[in-house]
């Protein structure tokens, strides 16, 4: 990555807002803006970070109470499919799943939970059923919001035939899922899906709406009642239920979005990501809205009808700030600069990445031809657990540099440890952590407050470990290298080897398997799976076509394994360890294996590089 550089756009508009040394009086303020219906009594932000001085708590204007919808909007079809949940029973505190494409009954049915105080679960529609069954059974919820269908490019899903098996999943897991209330009619008529409708279970949206009131008092929320529930991959393969509580979560998205993006009254703001992962959640719906900011939401692919796909629209809503992620920009780029410079983007004012480092190659391209040189670009460095941006450049005010999300958000507080967990000073390479907590960081995992504490403060007691690794250069700027333990990110999406690997585990031919990332110009990383068959079974195309549908089954397009190579044996320590570090090398091709003195028998890491797969299956 070349540091060298400093990219300084001209000032356009410094966020008028003072930094203070001190958290509790920054948020204080900007609370102010907000509705409480009764004030908070206990300290601002009161926590433990420390594992060893007893159990990790966060709490924000605890006494505090408050409803988001009520701060983000009051619109009428919100209310009306609010009093919708409650007639179907939904109480305070019910989880509700949503699996849905992206339109705006989407973001209706999420703020409709908001508004009883229910606690939305809302899953990619691009995860398979089995997927959407095991997050429904973990947390626990009374009812599936989904539609009948929609659209990828030219392929259509068929959303409701995905939901309805899941529902039997479940069902055959013994766990009851109350009714499943289908939108039906606006995504319908465009798409003419036939569903199958069950009437014992099923509901139609438009038919439920008919008559129903347009006035729901807001269900005022405790501040940490809980507000979502959203998946994201764990490194032991079942997935962790990331909860997000209700004031902290809505200041800091609220003010994230203010600063980050500069936003401004006239602004159009678009993000291009999904609802369905946390990008949405915070930068589609809670902060966007709680700016009252005007926004384009999307349902498609960059790349459909074709690459300008993106850069008509900007052109036709004149669109100001504009977010998206690299694997999007690195896919665009392919296709050179005509597309790009077919529309005049002469709107543009702010561009901004998510979902992974970006790489300054595709940071350039963004800089220099989507932006004109005239952008700012903020590279925003953020997960689903921390709620908002929490390493980000300031449009404008915070000089850029490639590839580096450079400084910590306001009341954020980095360090980079080694690996005995001792902070590093200056020019440093290590662990990246947090040394105290902001008010929109993630509160427990759902159902497991223990996995909670062990995944993100064991390792380094009195710390957030992110489970990244950073570098920190001479300037004090953060560059994020990547996942510290076994995680893949294909398309900026983190997914689990160990979710793939249990996927393929559970084919009857795969004895053992194992997944490391490939690098992949496009998608960042491409899964490379190992797998070693039982004895007797022959390896063939007919089974790679087999393993490749049930990882797709299981947990979704996304995780589709892109090479599978049959592994007699795989390298093992002595203890039996997997050794992913040379499987890693094998996927690469590179020769030059290190220290291999824990490797039990050797034999098997040469017969595997003869065996390497060349192509993607
Ligand atoms: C976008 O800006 C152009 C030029 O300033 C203007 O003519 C057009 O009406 C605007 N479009 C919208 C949708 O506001
Ligand atoms: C980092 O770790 C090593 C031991 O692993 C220790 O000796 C060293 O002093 C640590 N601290 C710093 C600040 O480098
Ligand atoms: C994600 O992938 C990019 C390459 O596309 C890599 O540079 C980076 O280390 C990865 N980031 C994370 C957070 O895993």
Redesign the pocket.
Known sequence: MSVGKMFMCKLMRLPLIALTSCPAEFWGDVAKDFFWKTKHTGQFLDYNFDVTKGEIYIKCMEGASTNICYNLLDRNRVCQFANVLKAQGVKKGDRVSIYMPMVVELVVAMLACVRIGAVHSIVFAGFSAESLCERIVDSQCCLLITADGFYRGDKLINLKLLADEALQKCRDKGFPVGVCVCVCVCVCARVCVQVPWNPEVDLCWDALLRGVSDECEPEWCDSEDPLFILYTSGSTGKPKGVLHTVSGYMLYTATTFKVVFDHQPDDVYWCTADIGWITGHSYITYGPLANGATSVLFEGLPTHPDVSRMWEIV????VTKFYTAPTAIRLLMKFGNEPVQRYKRS?LKVLGTVGEPINPEAWQWYYNVVGEKRCPIVDTFWQTETGGHVLTPLPAATPMKPGSATLPFFGVVPAILNESGEELEGPSEGYLVFKQPWPGVMRTIYGSHERFESTYFKKFPGYYVTGDGCRRDKDGYFWVTGRIDDMLNVSGHLLSTAEVESALVEHEAVAEAAVVGRPHPVKGESLYCFVTLNDGVMYNSELEVELKKQVREKIGAIATPDYIQNAPGLPKTRSGKIMRRLLRKIACDERELGDISTLADSTVVEQLFQNRCCTAV
């Open positions: 052109d036709k809503y004149n709107s």
